[in-house]
């Protein structure tokens, strides 16, 4: 079964930190470009990271520069999001994605069309950031 299996998400204060997992099956890792991308009910979805097959190149939307971390340990198929000095307009539902081939960072983040649909989309994992 091809599936992306998203976790970490959870309530913390603004400030604090967070570690999302997702976990990749059916099919064959190595070939896919992964991202992460928030989208709510009713609303855009918005690349926050990606990064690219081999880890060769990655990309952050501009609001999350410096605060989170994108890494993926392709022994594992598992992709990771370090979440650090969290603002309350990081909540939101994340989603773990998988893009086939050798698209880069930058273009599976910020050129894909908001209808596109990605080779593989995780179910999400929801973050609250709150007081």
């Known amino acids: 079964q091809v599936q992306l299996v998203e976790s970490g998400g959870g309530l913390v204060q603004p400030g604090g930190s967070l570690r999302l997992s997702c976990v990749g099956s059916?099919?064959?890792?190595?070939?896919?470009?992964m991202g992460w991308f928030r989208q709510d009910p009713g609303k855009e979805r918005v690349g926050v990271t990606c990064i690219s097959m081999k880890s060769r190149d990655s990309y952050y939307e501009d609001s999350v520069q410096g605060r989170f971390t994108i890494s993926r340990d392709d022994a594992k198929n598992t992709v990771y999001l370090q979440m650090n000095n969290l603002k309350p307009e990081d909540a939101g539902v994340y989603h773990c994605a998988a893009e086939v081939g050798q698209v880069t960072a930058q273009t599976m983040c910020r050129n894909a069309p908001q209808d596109f649909e990605f080779s593989v989309w995780g179910q999400g994992t929801q973050v609250t950031v709150s007081s």
């Open positions: 059916g099919f064959s890792w190595d070939n896919y470009a």
